[in-house]
T-cell receptor, first 111, second 115 residues
Framework: EDKVVQSPLSLVVHEGDTVTLNCSYE??????LLWYKQEKKAPTFLFMLTSSGIEKKSGRLSSILDKKELFSILNITATQTGDSAIYLC???????????FGIGTKLQVIP | GAVVSQHPSRVICKSGTSVKIECRSLDFQATTMFWYRQFPKQSLMLMATSNEGSKATYEQGVEKDKFLINHASLTLSTLTVTSAHPEDSSFYIC???????????FGPGTRLTVL
């Protein structure tokens, strides 16, 4: 059974702090790893990672994948209150576009 | 960017009625669409994967006769919750992948409340 494990489950930081969210996985026939941000409604896409060691960056967010150790991290620098959300990690595997989601990390950024 | 819409955004119905939820990819063609359910404070749970022109693949524990999925075109999939009961009340979210890619783009979700 494919598994995606995220840590920590919950995190409270002050504005301006840097956070690192972790995602480890065990899947058959890995295709890609995806990060999403979920606020009040449906998730919004952040990154898709397919190759090890190549950092994807978007503003204050960045992510990297390690396919040997089977994990990914999502970094957020200079956090703002608008970064408060649940961050979901998902792994696409197999040949049928099957995607397994982790339970998410709830990030709260306080002023 | 890729946009997925869902309709309706919220529905309240009586127990025993059927509810249809539509999921549309607005600016791309989606060979595959996914239906998820999310209960409060829980993660997304994949219900089924639907491919245009073929039968949907349901996850273990999801009743295919209760949750009817139709993916009639490359831009539209529908989920019908038949004979809905209060325990079916949940947040239903669809997502769509552009043909040949893994990235899923999510619709805004439909909040279903069954009285």
């Amino acid at each position: 059974e494919d598994k995606v494990v995220q840590s920590p489950l919950s995190l409270v930081v002050h504005e301006g702090d840097t956070v690192t969210l972790n995602c480890s996985y065990e899947v058959t026939n890995f295709r890609s790893l995806l990060w999403y941000k979920q606020e009040k409604k449906a998730p919004t896409f952040l990154f898709m990672l397919t190759s090890s060691g190549i950092e994807k960056k978007s503003g204050r967010l960045s992510s990297i994948l390690d396919k040997k150790e089977l994990f990914s991290i999502l970094n957020i620098t200079a956090t703002q209150t608008g970064d408060s959300a649940i961050y979901l990690c998902a792994v696409s595997s197999g040949g049928y576009q099957k995607v397994t989601f982790g339970i998410g990390t709830k990030l709260q950024v306080i002023p | 960017g890729a946009v997925v819409s869902q309709h309706p955004s919220r529905v309240i119905c009586k127990s025993g009625t059927s509810v249809k939820i539509e999921c549309r990819s607005l600016d791309f063609q989606a060979t595959t669409m996914f239906w998820y359910r999310q209960f409060p404070k829980q993660s997304l749970m994949l219900m089924a994967t639907s491919n245009e022109g073929s039968k949907a693949t349901y996850e273990q524990g999801v009743e295919k006769d209760k949750f009817l999925i139709n993916h009639a075109s490359l831009t539209l999939s529908t989920l019908t919750v038949t004979s809905a009961h209060p325990e079916d009340s949940s947040f239903y979210i669809c997502s769509a992948s552009e043909t040949g890619t893994d990235t899923q783009y999510f619709g805004p979700g439909t909040r279903l409340t069954v009285l």
